[in-house]
């Protein structure tokens, strides 16, 4: 083992050259330079932090322009609604059919009684011309009835009057009788006093049996004039019976003709009013049916058509609003399709009964002018104007266009205002005050849009002091 390696060197070391004295002033620089840039960079940071400790905290509201159809709402009590027809109608046939022509589509006007489709109508058409034909052979047994009375008329009186002719006979034949037996007895008188021969008693009894004869004879002729005048009579009842029941089958098949015309007239689909066609149910080929269920494969429609002239407003109002709705009091109306378009209303009716689902009442609103931008289904909103107020005018409009909400609007010094905020800085604004309802206060002046005004300011809020926003 080398025990030299482990022997402990004493030798005392070199002296080390003198040390320079070091300068303190580059550290120096470098650490203010270093704490320079950080303060330059997180300066922002800390001004955000030292704001949020000191600077108040502000809400903040965009002053937008207004609907026309929301400055009418401080006015009076608004609600949605509906443009609807008072007169609409699902056109369809009485009979069942299929389509073989199709006059309208949608948009197509019509007058009243227009066809506006027809339906397959050969076997009622076959079915009106026998109705025709049975009417005419009913008219011409009528006729012919007619006649046949007309006949038994005239041989009732040639009956009648050989009736009587006959009876006038008999009655000479009895005479003529009379004054023979009245000569036989004279002619037997003289024959017993031997005046007259027997000869002369032979002639008048000769003459008294041939006026006997003649008697019986125009008896029975005047017997059988009675008995044929009875006849033509009896004749005459029966062509005037038969007159009756022709008369009566001439009216039933008249009645049939009608029937199977108004069968073959229901399968033209006319417009009971004049209107649009809102909507076209069927086409051709489609068949139709009055009663068509769930299951059937049959349109119950073949187009649905709108009297524009009849365009009303359906508005839902809260049962809590209902108070200021009032029969006869003015409404405006404003289309969601053109708000800034207004069209003046009356409230014609109230419906009875509310909706216990959404607690509105239905109100009818009568339009007093319309114009090709009005369809039916369309949205409006309806305000319905307080007692006593005036219909706003296109100046009104004009200036009631900024609505803000009411806790902008602040006192300052005995005036009315609102602080608008420019960067962190709030400027006090003094502003003309309209109409308050709803939460909402229409502006006449003092505010424009896009400026962006103070929520609920501090009452320690002064004009031109710094503020943070906190609704960004």
Same mark, same amino acid.
């Given at each position: ?13 070199? &002296?080390?050259?003198? *040390? ?37 905290? #502000? ?162 002729? +005047? ?15 029966? +062509?005037? /019976? ?44 489609? #068949? ?29 109002? &809260? ?12 409404? $405006?109306?404003?289309?969601? /399709? ?13 419906? &009875? ?29 309806? #305000? ?19 609505? #803000? &909400? ?5 006192? *300052? ?10 960067? $962190? ?7 003309? /005050? ?33 503020? *943070?926003?906190?609704?960004?």
């Amino acid at each position: 083992m080398d025990l030299q390696s482990l022997k402990i060197d004493r030798t005392p070391p070199p &002296p080390h050259p003198p *040390r320079r004295a070091n300068n303190p002033w580059p550290l120096r620089a470098a650490l203010l330079l270093a704490a320079g840039g950080a303060l330059w960079l997180f300066w922002p940071s800390l001004r955000g932090f030292a704001d949020r400790l000191r600077l108040p905290q #502000v809400r903040t509201h965009l002053v937008t322009a207004a609907a026309p159809a929301a400055a009418a709402a401080v006015r009076g009590t608004a609600a949605n609604g509906y443009i609807v027809a008072a007169r609409r109608a699902a056109l369809s046939s009485d009979v069942p059919g299929r389509i073989v022509e199709m006059r309208v589509r949608e948009g197509s006007q019509v007058q009243r009684g227009d066809i506006v489709a027809r339906l397959f109508a050969d076997e009622y058409r076959a079915a009106l011309q026998r109705a025709e034909a049975d009417l005419v052979t009913a008219n011409n047994q009528a006729a012919r009835a007619a006649a046949a009375a007309a006949a038994a008329a005239v041989e009732v009186q040639q009956a009648d009057g050989a009736a009587t002719a006959a009876e006038a006979q008999r009655r000479q034949a009895v005479a003529l009788q009379k004054y023979y037996a009245l000569q036989m007895a004279r002619v037997q008188a003289l024959a017993q006093q031997g005046i007259q021969t027997l000869r002369d008693l032979d002639k008048a009894q000769s003459d008294l049996d041939s006026a006997a004869a003649q008697v019986d004879s125009a008896t029975a002729s +005047a017997a059988a004039a009675a008995s044929a005048a009875a006849a033509a009579r009896s004749r005459e009842q029966v +062509a005037k /019976a038969d007159i009756e029941v022709a008369t009566a089958q001439a009216a039933a098949a008249k009645a049939g003709r009608d029937l199977a015309q108004a069968t073959l007239d229901k399968t033209d689909v006319r417009a009971p009013f004049d209107g649009i066609v809102v909507l076209k149910d069927a086409e051709v080929g489609e #068949v139709v049916s009055p009663n068509s269920q769930g299951g059937s494969n049959a349109r119950g429609a073949v187009c649905t058509l709108v009297d524009f002239a009849s365009l009303e407003v359906q508005a839902n109002v &809260p049962e809590t609003a209902l108070a200021s709705v009032q029969i006869g009091g003015a409404a $405006d109306v404003f289309l969601d /399709a053109f708000p800034d378009r207004r069209y003046a209303g009356v409230v014609d009716r109230v419906w &009875p009964t509310a909706d216990r689902q959404k607690a509105t009442v239905e109100v009818r609103v009568r339009l007093e002018q319309k114009d090709d931008q009005l369809r039916p289904e369309m949205g409006v909103r309806v #305000v319905f104007r307080d007692a006593g107020t005036a219909a706003p005018t296109a100046a009104d409009a004009a200036a009631a266009r900024i609505l #803000v &909400p009411e806790p902008a609007i602040v006192g *300052r010094d005995g005036k009315q205002g609102a602080f608008v905020l420019e960067g $962190d800085v709030v400027r006090f604004a003094t502003v003309a /005050a309209g109409e308050r309802k709803n939460g909402r206060i229409a502006i006449d002046g003092g505010l424009t849009e896009n400026q962006r005004i103070v929520l609920d300011p501090p009452a320690s809020l002064q004009n031109g002091d710094r503020v *943070r926003r906190v609704d960004d």
